[in-house]
């Protein structure tokens, strides 16, 4: 069965509280829910994490190499600012979306940069929450034509 790793960066542990007005008021327990039913509608299974530490999400990632299919990450700040997630993320040889809550290329300028992009299958941005279930369908699509 195919396995996804849905990664979540710094502040989003915040998420319902967190800047409403950009991120809205869904909490990243709903959206975990979320993605847990979406996942079952899809016959995939999921694991969801969440660290504020840039070396927590390497170590995720590395630990996804040989037990999930692909990765979402939402590596929030770090996004535009990890040499390290796009090396690890290069290492592990795993497809990987690329996740934002908010548009970053209609915010501040050093949030149009992305090394995540570099090696990310691809981007999905702007959407809100509804980003993740959207994510998860790119993804499976993407590894059922794959297999």
Known sequence: MTSILILNGPNLNLLGTRQPEVYGHTTLADIKAMCHEKAQ???????FEQSNSEG???DHIH???GVHDGIILNAGAYTHTSVALMDAISSVGLPVVELHLSNIHAREEFRHRSYIAKV?????CGFGAAGYPLALEALE?????TE
């Open 56 to 58: 927590a999400l390497l």
């Open 141 to 145: 699509g993407h590894l059922g034509q």
């Open 63 to 65: 630990a996804a190499r």
């Open 41 to 47: 509608t899809l016959g995939i299974t999921i694991a």
């Open 120 to 124: 990310a299958l691809g981007v999905i």
